[in-house]
């Protein structure tokens, strides 16, 4: 498989971690289930899908090592034994004279796998999804990690599905950490689109479900976007809603809460009918939201105005944040959805958006 360039990575936690944080296991337990489909569904065994397991095993690795040891211990040939090491050296001194934290670990594993007879093969893979199985088992945390704390927030701000989550967070993890990134974007081309139908193993989707997914929500409000290559990756805006310390932190990128305080609506140059007619819409509850738009020019006072009718209402009132002039439509897009989602209660919510210098 064509592996692309390493590029540089955001976080970098070590190859092999022994004593992992909450945020590291949920990667790694992510990515044990992300290995483990790929393997059922495409039994490689090769220098890539290795270094994958080694990184999620950790030291659990000795114990595949231990059994290629058996494996060439019951072959009763010398097809294992190292050209380097002395000739009455039993294998099992021989698989055990490497640490697991040894960075070409995986490659020593892979000189016995590559010496196997084909037919055992089978046996070997089923060993592997054994260990692997009873890794992802161990690696549950008792607590939410703040990754998943983060994505549950996000899944609610933007009313995602369930794929369309585990498809965001796929991404996240392929972009954020090295060793995903290496197996599953370098080695697999799973942001191409010739590496679709890996994704859709990892992630046991439809063909269906993964086109519904490209033009469903994700991609309308940016947070996945596609290059004039048909590759897909998360966009650098949204990196942070999954690395974010708290759920206030990541509402805060996209809307803020409006101040009481402000110029009653009395002083501004508004007719009392009209002032009276935008609150009786405002204070009615329909099943759909109630569009209003301020228009006139800059200075006039249509955001004061707007700060007024939120302090007539007695609600809270949020303002969606602009966010910058490169990529206005899709940010302001997932703004608007974010603080519809987030803050429409019961008794409802007025959100304010600021169009321009004309409009508010």
């Known amino acids: 498989m064509k592996r692309k360039q390493r590029t540089r990575f955001l976080i970098d936690p070590s190859s092999v971690a022994c004593d992992q944080d909450k945020n590291e296991r949920f990667v790694a337990r992510k990515c044990g ?16 899908s290795t270094a994958m397991l080694h990184w999620i095993l950790g030291p659990e690795i000795e114990k595949v090592a231990e059994y290629l040891a058996g494996q060439a211990k019951n072959s009763h040939t010398d097809a294992f034994e190292d050209e380097d090491e002395d000739e009455d050296e039993d294998d099992e001194e021989y698989a055990f004279s490497w ?20 037919k055992r093969y089978p046996r070997l893979l089923r060993f592997i999804l054994k260990v692997l199985r009873q890794r992802v088992s161990d690696l549950k945390n008792r607590a939410k990690s703040d990754i998943e ?7 609610h701000m933007f009313r995602l599905t369930d794929q369309e989550t585990e498809y965001c967070l796929f991404h996240f993890i392929m972009t954020a950490w090295r060793a995903p990134r ?23 989707m439809t063909t269906k479900g993964f086109n519904d997914i490209l033009n469903g929500t994700l991609v309308k409000i940016g947070l996945i976007e596609s290059d004039s290559g048909f590759e897909l990756s ?13 759920t206030r932190a990541i509402s805060t ?5 409006m101040t009481a305080k402000g110029i ?13 007619h935008i609150l009786a819409l405002l204070k009615d509850k329909p099943k759909g939201s109630t569009h209003i738009l301020l228009y006139g020019p800059q200075g006039t006072g249509k955001t004061t105005f707007a700060h007024g009718i939120v302090r007539e209402l007695g609600l809270p009132g949020y303002e969606i944040i602009r ?12 703004a608007i959805v974010a603080c519809l989602n987030m803050t429409n209660t019961g008794y409802g919510a007025p959100s304010f958006p600021r169009t321009g210098q004309n409009a508010s």
């Open 33 to 48: 289930i992300y290995l483990e489909r790929f393997l059922e569904r495409y039994p490689v065994i090769n220098d890539e």
């Open 99 to 118: 640490r697991y934290d040894d960075y070409e670990y995986s490659d020593k594993i892979m000189e016995f796998v590559r010496k196997l007879p084909p």
């Open 149 to 155: 704390k983060n994505v549950a927030a996000t899944k």
């Open 182 to 204: 290496d197996f599953f974007d370098c080695a697999l081309e799973c942001k191409s689109f010739a590496g679709r139908r890996y994704v859709k193993a990892i992630l046991k």
């Open 234 to 246: 998360i966009s650098d805006d949204f990196l942070d809603l999954f690395q974010g310390p708290s």
């Open 253 to 257: 990128r996209f809307f803020s809460r």
């Open 264 to 276: 009653p609506l009395e002083r501004h140059m508004v007719d009392r009918e009209e002032i009276d």
């Open 323 to 334: 966010g910058d002039e490169k990529n206005v439509g899709s940010k302001r897009r997932a």
